[in-house]
């Protein structure tokens, strides 16, 4: 099983980045997807989920609004489209799945700043 994700950088308030997430050695279709993300000193959250078909959809507070996710089981790969990126959106961004335990990538940095 591996999670590769991209997309990381360094944008200023108000830009936008697109992470993916890329799958293998597993039934991508199958499975449901989540994005985390951990800031410097802080504990690892949940950012957004998407069912196993993309039929459903959910964010924690402070990205509704800002970022969508999404799927494309054809590629076995999930998106997290940031918009509007604030200095908190900082953190480094962790994909997930849960079989019989937890997967994760290694992790793509994101950093807000001006």
């Known amino acids: 099983v591996q999670l590769v994700e991209t997309g990381g950088g360094l944008v200023p308030p108000g830009g936008s980045l697109r992470l993916s997430c890329t799958a293998s050695?597993?039934?991508?279709?199958?499975?449901?997807m989540r994005w985390y993300r951990q800031a410097p000193g802080k504990e690892r959250e949940a950012v957004a989920f998407?069912?196993?078909?993309?039929?459903?959809?959910y964010y924690n507070d402070p990205v509704k609004g800002r970022f969508t996710i999404s799927r494309d089981n054809a590629k076995n790969t999930f998106y997290l489209q940031m918009n509007n990126l604030k200095p908190e959106d900082t953190a480094v961004y962790y994909c997930?799945?849960?079989?019989?335990?937890?997967?994760w990538g290694q992790g793509t940095q994101v950093t807000v700043s001006p």
């Open positions: 050695g597993f039934t991508f279709s199958a499975y449901a």
């Open positions: 997930n799945f849960v079989d019989d335990r937890a997967h």
């Open positions: 998407i069912g196993s078909h993309g039929e459903t959809t």
